[in-house]
């Protein structure tokens, strides 16, 4: 009884952790997509179409990762949404007149 009761909370924590990965690798492409291209360059970023493919990458490394978003692929792409959400997307924000 225990041990079913461990794998599930284990199989919740393995879920809350991927849909936080994919959430996070989705909107990062859906965020990027919004910005124009402009907005990287005066940032002192990398191009538009980098981070593209970058969070494109992210969200297929996501989809694979789907049970367990602690392998290397899961990493990989949280590694990859994590580096935009706090260090790309607040510069174009600032560039943008957006931010703080």
Request: proline letters at 4%; aromatic letters at 12%.
């Amino acid at each position: 009884m225990f041990t079913s009761i461990l794998w599930s909370i284990q199989g919740l924590i393995y879920l809350a952790f991927w849909v936080g990965v994919f959430g996070l690798s989705v909107f990062g492409l859906v965020d990027a997509l919004r910005n124009r291209p402009d907005a990287f360059t005066a940032a002192g970023k990398a191009s538009k179409n980098i981070w593209l493919a970058i969070l494109g990458v992210a969200v297929a490394l996501s989809i694979l990762s789907f049970p367990n978003p602690f392998q290397m692929t899961g990493i990989l792409a949280a590694v990859g949404a994590g580096v935009y959400a706090a260090d790309v997307r607040p510069a174009l924000r600032k560039v943008m007149g957006r931010g703080r």
